[in-house]
């Protein structure tokens, strides 16, 4: 509540909206806990870019827009930037789609520079634009990763925005991405004050950092899991900005991601050949029998299936994986990974699954029904990641019923308990970061199922009873922006 009772205002500022512009978990989140935060009585709003695509996608989806009057406008590049406000309410969430010649490009660079960086911060000064085309102005503006770092820039330095006083909240999604470039003609052009460049602000060995500004900047910082936020602050974890992060520590919390578990549900789900639940656990062989068809494997086999589903980057772990190919198919295991990424990892794939034909296969892209019936149709979720700042895919897997064999770090931590604890868990870690490590839990995890029916049924059932709803987080969420409103 703000001073006068009314509720928090707080406008989301997000360069991925699922299902409409998704890369990663950012799209998973900015599509399901502003509804989270909304029913926790936060009036919260979403503004995004409308990328090539995005604005048909919105439409075929059913979602009806309608036009703003008013355009928004930025200034930079000494020149002014317009663009058309497209409004529509996405699952009861206000929502601003921002149209202009600016997002016309691909979504994300390959190469970042002054050119590619200019759509972001383009569109984050069109976001503190917003307010008077939607007569409707934020207690708070609430930022996501590098892509929408520059807005607390602009709050903190920008000769125009930093009268207003406003505030901010930097999300960090994932640390490793912090969108680093040339300074020239960038200072210039974006009309930040001249001090906005130093070792104390956004200066980063003589480039231009937009995340460590947007830490530096923000009236408050927060990541996607606790044990994230922690490490975050050691060198091994982000190298150089460990030490801003620590710096900051006093504004920097982790609250775990939470999950559209309407969307994710095995009961409902219409990409699924058959459903189930807790309760009737049958349609589950269906889905393995369809996911191994799919692959061109037996579809009688007895053998556990091991899925993937990931962004084929280092960060995910799989040199890992495909270094102890063979030993994987020595299990008897079929394993199938879904995913796209960097050449050395899925050529280091597609290598393992020639040697091992029948045990290993790769589905290479991006995928999103075929997502839904690997999670579905597996056994065990393999998830070795060097580091996970939270980790949809695991929580996702253990809705599904599929049992994840993670690497104990950042929100993996925070929702994977390995079995063989005292205590008991849902799933089976391992922390070496190496194939020998993540063979140690992977055996385990493959005997139990082989050897141990009914353990193996209680492990799954232990998964799919988790709470990873929203519910917990978005509260988290709306006491953070309560006490920087105060
Ligand atoms: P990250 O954000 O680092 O990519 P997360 O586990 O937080 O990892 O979220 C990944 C999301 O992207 C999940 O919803 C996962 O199902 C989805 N995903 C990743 N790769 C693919 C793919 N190749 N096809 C379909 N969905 C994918």
Redesign the pocket.
């Known amino acids: 509540m703000t001073k006068s009772g009314s509720a928090v205002k707080v406008l989301f500022v997000t360069t991925e909206l699922?299902p409409f512009s998704?890369?990663?978990?950012?799209?998973?989140?900015a599509g399901s806990l502003p509804k989270a935060l909304r029913q926790a009585g936060v009036d919260v709003r979403v503004v995004t870019p409308a990328w090539p695509g995005v604005l048909e996608r919105v439409a075929a989806s059913g979602v009806k827009t309608t036009t703003i009057k008013t355009k928004v406008y930025a200034a930079y590049d000494w020149r002014i930037h317009s663009a058309t406000v497209i409004k529509a309410d996405v699952k009861g969430v206000p929502t601003y789609f921002l149209n202009a010649e600016d997002y016309s490009g691909d979504m994300y660079p390959s190469q970042l520079n002054y050119w590619t960086a200019s759509p972001f911060a383009v569109f984050c000064m069109q976001a503190l634009e917003l307010k008077d085309a939607i007569e409707w102005e934020p207690d708070i503006y609430h930022c996501h990763d590098w892509t929408s770092a520059f807005l607390p820039c602009a709050l903190a330095w920008h000769r125009h925005y930093r009268q207003r006083g406003d505030k901010s909240i930097m999300t960090l999604?994932?640390v490793a991405y912090q969108g680093i470039f040339e300074p020239s003609p960038f200072l210039e052009a974006s009309g930040l004050e001249p001090w906005s460049f130093s070792s104390s602000t956004m200066e980063f060995y003589g480039q231009v950092n937009l995340l460590k500004g947007g830490i530096v900047a923000a009236t408050a910082v927060s990541t996607?899991s606790p044990t994230y936020a922690n490490e975050i602050q050691t060198y091994e974890s982000t190298r150089e900005l460990s030490g801003i992060l620590y710096q900051q520590r006093s504004k920097l919390r982790g609250i775990l991601?939470g999950l559209d578990t309407k969307f994710?549900d095995p009961a409902g789900d219409k990409a699924i050949p058959a459903k189930f639940t807790v309760k009737d656990l049958k349609g589950k062989a269906a889905c393995k029998k369809e996911l191994l068809a799919r692959a061109g494997f037996d579809t009688e086999t007895n053998a556990p299936v091991i899925v993937c589903?990931?962004?084929?980057?280092e960060?995910?772990g799989f040199d890992m994986v495909f270094n102890a190919a063979h030993q994987i198919a020595e299990t008897g295991a079929k394993l199938l990974i879904?995913?796209?990424g960097n050449d050395w990892i899925e050529n280091g794939i597609m290598k393992a699954a020639e040697e091992n034909p029948g045990s290993i296969k790769l589905?290479k892209?991006?995928?999103?029904p075929?997502?839904h019936l690997m999670?579905a149709g597996g056994d065990i979720f393999l998830?070795p990641s060097v580091f996970?700042?939270?980790?949809?895919?695991?929580?996702?897997s253990m809705r599904y019923g599929t049992v994840p064999v993670v690497r104990e770090v950042g929100?993996l931590r925070d929702t994977v308990f390995d079995v063989d604890r005292p205590e008991g868990g849902n799933g089976f870690t391992f922390l070496t970061c190496d194939s020998d490590g993540m063979m140690w839990a992977l055996r385990r995890a493959v005997e139990r199922y082989n050897n141990d029916k009914a353990a193996w049924k209680n492990i799954m059932l232990e998964g799919m009873k988790e709470d990873f709803t929203w519910n917990k987080s978005a509260g988290l969420y709306k006491q953070m922006y309560e006490e920087i409103n105060s």
């Open positions: 699922a998704k890369v990663g978990g950012l799209g998973d989140v999604h994932n996607v991601n994710w589903v990931s962004r084929l980057v960060q995910k879904l995913g796209s589905f892209g991006y995928d999103e075929l997502s999670y998830m996970e700042p939270c980790g949809l895919s695991q929580m996702i929100g």
